[in-house]
């Protein structure tokens, strides 16, 4: 049985859930369809020592502003999957779990999503899947000859996991200096190796700048102006407090990016060698947009062609929450409320 509906939001994080606040609030039909078995998205999966940028204030999705977290300035990840799953009670969102989307059909007039659940056939479809489900890993020789453990970022949760062995983490942003600060105030010999010197923010600098900066760029853009290079141009990782004492504390050097792995550690070009029990690359993602393969609107680069939101080459599909090119910091939780309001108001006025 194929189900009809105004809207299919593809994906129940973060994104998911501002879009179907702003589709509510354009009286619109519309159904979340979630892969996860509890609400969260990608939240559920953080490492345990993960705090936000921001305090809970300037944390928060369209409409209901987060919670403080008792004695924490900035909340742990165990927090907002909490405050997610009040949002989808509080707002009554239509969330289905799990459901996993196989693809997206253009058919005829509509576009028919199949599932695992059965399909659904909508005016307008919302992807919002996010880029925690295909971290990346880059092509380093070697990584088929090393011995040791290689896990991404996604399969970090705590020290304890690499007690008392050597670790090397690759990666200079957030998350490479988050669990290697993790990790350096551990028993665990850490190595943390970065493509380039680290540069840290200054120590004042946290998500409520950042998202200003980030709206500065976007406005500086759309008015023809320079780039302004938005947040690259402060540094690369948040002075988070547990960054802040690994550093201050001198345990947070980082020395170059290794040339090569071997059976038991890694290797520079210089060659000079150092053991290691595990690599985790802490090495990004790219878009999960697998299940929009049927529309073929990829381009070489792996993106989709978008304005503002709106895919250019489909004009019935939104993208939201991937990063920059659909919506400036539309991949933080306070970010994604205002393209996910610009693409709601685009979907009612096609579907009226």
């Not at 009809?4 to 179907?20: C, E, I, K, S």
């Not at 040791?148 to 200079?172: C, E, I, K, L, S």
């Not at 790219?286 to 304005?307: F, V």
């Amino acid at each position: 049985m194929t189900r009809r509906t105004d809207v299919v939001v593809v994906g129940g994080g973060q994104a998911g859930l501002a879009a179907g606040y702003h589709l509510r609030r354009q009286g619109l039909d519309f159904t979340i369809l979630d892969a996860q078995d509890a609400p969260g998205g990608a939240w559920r999966r953080m490492w345990e020592s993960l705090r936000l940028f921001s305090p809970a204030a300037h944390s928060s999705l369209p409409g209901w502003p987060m919670p403080a977290q008792p004695g924490e300035t900035y909340p742990d990840a165990a927090h907002v999957v909490g405050y997610l799953a009040d949002y989808e009670k509080r707002y009554d969102l239509p969330v289905r779990r799990p459901v996993r989307v196989h693809g997206v059909h253009r058919d005829e007039e509509r576009l028919r999503v199949e599932t695992d659940s059965g399909a659904w056939s909508a005016r307008a479809v919302v992807s919002a899947t996010g880029t925690w489900w295909r971290p990346f890993l880059p092509a380093v020789p070697g990584r088929e000859v090393f011995r040791g453990g290689q896990p991404h970022t996604t399969g970090y949760r705590n020290p304890g996991q690499f007690a008392g062995r050597r670790v090397v983490v690759v990666g200079g942003g957030n998350s490479g200096a988050q669990i290697a600060a993790d990790l350096a105030l551990a028993d665990v010999d850490l190595t943390w190796v970065t493509a380039r010197p680290p540069r840290f923010l200054p120590d004042h600098i946290d998500g409520r700048a950042l998202f200003d900066v980030a709206t500065a760029r976007r406005r500086a853009l759309e008015a023809g102006l320079d780039d302004t290079g938005g947040v690259a141009s402060l540094g690369d990782i948040v002075a988070v407090p547990p960054v802040r004492e690994a550093r201050d504390a001198g345990l947070l050097k980082a020395s170059p990016m290794f040339a090569r792995l071997t059976a038991d550690g890694v290797a520079w070009a210089d060659g000079t060698t150092a053991g290691a029990d595990a690599v985790i690359w802490c090495t990004g993602f790219r878009p999960a947009l697998s299940h929009l393969a049927p529309l073929r609107l990829r381009t070489a680069r792996g993106h989709i062609r978008t304005e503002g939101t709106r895919a250019l080459d489909e004009a019935r599909l939104h993208l939201l929450g991937y990063g920059d090119w659909t919506g400036p910091a539309s991949a933080t939780l306070i970010g994604t409320g205002r393209p996910a309001r610009d693409a709601a108001a685009e979907i009612a006025a096609l579907v009226r």
